[in-house]
């Protein structure tokens, strides 16, 4: 089978199947590049990972850390292996896939040179060919004219002899240029069969024959990479395998008995347990206390308080405990954040590389997907907002700036209830059992304080400004004050705190600061 003889009119085919395979062999070195980074960055996690967890027991007489010591230096061993792969993989693979694809890059190079340069020369002589038949059918024609006019003129009586002599040299004349015309399309006729023959019998099947044996070098060579790929693996096996059993070893040679054994000869005290326990008679507070005091508060003691279930806000926790909270929010919202100024960095481009060259896309469709990228953005940034505003309330500054709107569409952002002046509440006992002193024996507790008085309504005084709503806001603590976009209040005090006392007909109470913008 040759690609000369059976694909001698495939050459423009035979070009695009050599550049896909050209194409391949770059699509398999991608793949053992991404290979080995996944090679490396496992080891790699793999050393960091031993790294944090070997020599700090090491010397401890318990076998099953003993046993887990073991692991952590038979994986660290299996990270050195793996380490090995991406070795074999770097210089045997992945370089000679490189070197290989550049190798039949330059061959098929040359030969498509060889090939467009026998093409050519097989155009000209055909397009000679072509000019001397067309100069050969015109000269024809004329000849032919020459000849009516001559046949005209002599059968004319009133022309002369002289004038009839004029046509007859004319009509030779045109047929020695036909004659001429007619040798030299014949000369050309057979030169150009002659280099058709040559470029369909050796030419061009020379070139199919090269263009053949690149394609035979690149599948073998390709196989041969993949054979060193498989390889690569191989050769550490024996290496993993031996770790592995290192590890089945140290974990059957552990006796449970004997760390029993070890640990009650590290803990045993020998001391007896202790007696029953005496009578105590009723009313002698002495003995009550001092009971008490031996004995840690009887069979009643304290208890810790019920955790409280986790808010949104963190209030839940401890200020520092909190603090620490809201700023990690805040950090992963930034880099949500930043993730998607970059994606929509990324759309402005395409928009202005279609509008430059707008067969490679429509513009109008990724303005659409850039305007809901920014509103994606401006949802993002109302809720970093918020958990800022309460870092800022804990922190007793006053509120972040609100944030700057980036879509296109005039729809108000939900912004989310803060909580940011709200106290940390502190727990309080559903009864009085889980948080008494008490004895057994019934001792008398302290009374709860009462509930503190209910405040009185604050009377509406005097307004000092007008504000407008620039987010929506539902006020679901009492005091607040539920505010929809766009919607105008009268301000009747704004003590810089944060939060600012509004007043809408009968209605009064509390707003974010940061929620609205002041008019006058």
């Given amino acids: 089978m040759s690609w000369g003889v059976d694909l001698w009119d495939q050459y423009e085919k035979l070009l695009q199947y050599s550049d896909q395979g050209i194409d391949y062999v770059k699509r ?110 015109k000269a024809s024609k004329e000849a032919e004219a020459a000849k009516q006019a001559f046949d005209k003129a002599d059968q004319d009586f009133n022309l002369s002899r002289t004038q009839v002599d004029k046509f007859k040299q004319a009509l030779r004349q045109k047929k020695n240029d036909e004659d001429e015309a007619k040798n030299n399309y014949l000369l050309q006729l057979e030169q150009t069969n002659a280099v058709q023959r040559e470029h369909y019998s050796r030419a061009m099947p020379t070139v199919f024959d090269q263009l053949q044996k690149t394609e035979e070098k690149r599948i073998n060579k390709l ?31 552990v006796n449970a008995a004997d760390d029993i054994r070890l640990v009650i000869d590290d803990m045993k005290t020998g ?49 520092a405990k909190r603090r620490k909270k809201l700023l990690e929010k805040i950090k992963v919202l930034e880099e949500t954040v930043t993730k998607e100024l970059q994606e929509k960095g990324a759309l402005e481009k395409m928009i202005q590389v279609y509008q430059m060259n707008p067969s490679l896309g429509d513009p109008k469709v990724v303005e659409r997907q850039l305007d809901d990228r920014s509103r994606t953005i401006d949802a993002l940034n109302v809720e970093k907002h918020k958990f800022e505003t309460w870092l800022t309330a804990l922190d007793g500054k006053g509120p972040p700036a609100a944030p700057q709107k980036l879509s296109a569409s005039h ?63 539902a006020g679901t603590n009492p005091g607040e004050l539920t505010m929809a976009h766009d919607e105008i209040f009268d301000v009747l005090e704004n003590d810089n705190s944060g939060w600012v006392r509004v007043c809408r007909g009968t209605e009064e109470g509390y707003v974010p600061l940061s929620y609205v913008e002041m008019l006058c």
């Avoid at 960055?41 to 099953?64: I, N």
């Avoid at 326990?277 to 840690?296: D, M, N, V």
């Avoid at 940011?420 to 001792?443: C, K, N, R």
């Fill in 28 to 137: 398999v070195e991608s793949f053992a590049k991404e290979r080995i980074e996944i090679e490396q960055e496992y080891a790699k996690k793999l050393r960091r990972l031993c790294k944090s967890y070997r020599g700090k027991d090491h010397d401890s007489k318990h076998v099953w850390i003993k046993l887990f010591n073991v692991v952590v230096n038979e994986t660290d061993s299996l990270a050195g292996q793996h380490e090995l792969v991406v070795e074999n993989l770097q210089s045997k693979v992945k370089e000679g896939l490189k070197n290989l694809a550049r190798e039949i890059t330059s061959d098929r190079r040359k030969h498509m040179m060889e090939g467009s340069k026998q093409l050519e020369h097989l155009k000209k002589s055909m397009e000679s060919l072509e000019r001397t038949k067309r100069a050969y059918e």
């Fill in 223 to 253: 196989c041969d990479r993949m054979a060193e790929y498989a390889d690569a693996e191989r050769q550490v096996q024996s290496n993993v395998i031996a770790c592995l059993d290192n590890m089945t070893a140290a974990a059957k040679a």
């Fill in 271 to 319: 001391y007896s347990p202790p007696g029953d326990i005496q009578f105590e008679e009723y009313g002698k507070p002495a003995a009550t206390l001092k009971a008490r005091k031996q004995g840690g508060g009887g069979l009643f003691g304290s208890r810790r308080p019920k955790a409280t279930e986790p808010k949104e806000d963190f209030s839940h926790l401890p200020p």
């Fill in 411 to 473: 729809e108000p952002i939900a912004a989310p209830t803060p909580a940011a002046s709200q106290p940390i509440q502190t727990v309080e006992p559903e009864d009085d059992d889980e948080w008494s002193d008490g004895d057994e024996f019934g001792d008398p507790e302290v009374p709860n304080d009462p509930e503190p008085a209910a405040a009185a309504p604050v009377a509406i005084s005097n307004s000092i400004g007008r504000c407008k709503a620039i987010y929506e806001f």
